[in-house]
Nanobody, 127 residues
């Protein structure tokens, strides 16, 4: 069971990036997937979550990124995406995807229940 986050990079303020969370060893569609970020010297914070397709497929987006970030799935590619628009310097962080791997899970998922984490991808927004 592995998750891999990718798609990070360096972008200017106002730019966009799309992060991908790909799975190997299991099908993402059945589980809630969360996105988190951690900036230097700060605690890890939840950014977004998408419920399993077996539940209602609902999404959650943190207030700090609401209206700018969108989470979605492509089940054919076994991938969850985080589209990040209108990026700001304060969005600079390492971004992680994670799952509790509970079948039929729905968001929000309590932080302590996330058991499987991707390795993280760096997002840097220049001012």
């Amino acid at each position: 069971v592995q998750l891999q986050a990718s798609g990070g990079g360096l972008v200017e303020t106002g730019g966009s990036l799309r992060l991908s969370c790909a799975a190997s060893g299991f099908t993402l569609d059945y589980y809630a997937i969360g996105w988190f970020r951690q900036a230097p010297g700060k605690e890890r914070e939840g950014v977004s979550c998408i419920s399993s397709s077996d539940s209602d497929g609902s999404t959650y987006v943190a207030e700090s990124v609401r209206g700018r970030f969108i989470v979605s799935r492509d089940n054919a590619k076994n991938t969850v995406y985080l589209q990040m628009n209108s990026l700001k310097p304060e969005d600079t962080a390492v971004y992680y995807c994670a799952t509790d791997k509970v079948p039929g899970g729905s968001c929000p998922v309590e932080y302590g229940r996330y058991r499987y984490w991707g390795q993280g991808t760096q997002v840097t927004v220049s001012s």
